[in-house]
């Protein structure tokens, strides 16, 4: 009878653990590359991004993305363009030193996804929704996104001039299961 | 007269060269920086000799054309050719993958004045003040 109970027990424990375990949690890889374009010469990457992911294909419901970019690492390949980049009628690294995003909601849209969150650039936090890939392989896989950002929407730089108002990103993430 | 300004050319380039090559030497060095993959050591050289043996064209038209001022002539338009070259190396742009690109102009704007000093310094050996050689 007792022996009973104590399988029943385990089962139900197991069952309850099982129900409530999350995503899988995704170790971000070095690799990673974030590189934008805003027309003509305009362009560079960002050299660190960190954060965690917690996602699960078949659950992207109960799966959730917190990143964050270096404003300082961005590299442009010209020492200037750089220094202007990081000054305050730009990005103002001083003063935002990082990039945010965090989602709220992540929704399967046929062989992509869609995560909609808080997008923090500048000291400007808008809700944005942005598509997103995921290619499993082995242990490890690869997100990618792009998505175009209006910088207007932010307040970074002057209207006009030789960068575009719609800055242009392209996200890939490798990741190994952690 | 021209083949003396020619060889002075070739010899203030390779001299430029060298000096370029010790610079970069030196600058990697003591900053800790490597361009030696977007400034090669061939072309730093190559670049020097080419730009001597046009100064020394240069030259050879001035003396030509204004005779006794040529040589002030002469000197302003190379120096101040080399003061307008570094522009380039400011607006340079390099490889995303390479770091602290802000350090490359500090590598290139002195390379960009070897030329000249090696033409100024050289040139006495080969020309003496009424352009007579030596």
Not at chain 2, 102 to 129: D, Q
Request: charged share 15%.
């Amino acid at each position: 009878m007792n022996r009973n109970i104590l399988s029943l027990a385990t089962l139900l424990l197991l069952a309850a653990v099982s129900a409530f375990a999350g995503p899988a949690n995704w170790q971000i890889s070095a690799k990673c590359n974030v590189t934008f374009t805003g027309g003509g010469e305009v362009g560079g990457i960002f050299k660190t991004l960190k954060g965690t992911i917690a996602f699960d294909e078949q659950n992207p419901a109960a799966s959730n993305i917190d990143l964050t970019i270096e404003v300082a690492s961005v590299n442009t390949g010209n020492g200037l363009m750089n220094n202007h980049l990081k000054s305050a009628e730009w990005l103002d690294a001083a003063k935002f030193p990082a990039i945010r995003f965090t989602s709220k909601k992540i929704v399967k849209a046929g062989a992509t996804y869609q995560v909609t969150g808080d997008l923090e650039i500048h000291g400007v936090k808008k809700e944005v929704t942005l598509p997103f890939t995921f290619q499993a392989s082995g242990a490890g896989g690869t997100f990618a996104s792009k998505f175009s950002v209006g910088r207007g929407d932010f307040h970074i730089g002057k209207p006009g001039g030789e960068v575009d108002e719609q800055i242009k990103l392209d996200i890939k993430v490798p990741v190994v299961k952690k | 007269m021209l083949k003396r300004l020619l060889l002075l050319g070739v010899v203030s380039g390779l001299l430029a060269g060298i000096a370029s090559l010790i610079y970069q030497k030196v600058y990697s060095t003591s900053l800790g920086v490597d361009f030696s993959g977007i400034v090669k050591p061939v072309g730093i050289v190559i670049s020097c000799v080419i730009g001597c043996l046009l100064a020394a064209l240069g030259y050879g038209l001035l003396d030509k054309w204004l005779k006794s001022k040529a040589e002030i002539v002469f000197n302003f338009i190379f120096v101040i050719l080399s003061f307008a070259s570094i522009v380039g190396a400011f607006a340079m742009k390099l490889p995303l993958e390479t770091t602290s690109p802000e350090l490359f102009p500090g590598l290139v704007v002195p390379m960009h004045f070897f030329p000249a000093l090696a033409w100024l310094t050289l040139r006495p050996l080969f020309f003496n003040s009424n352009k007579q050689a030596v």
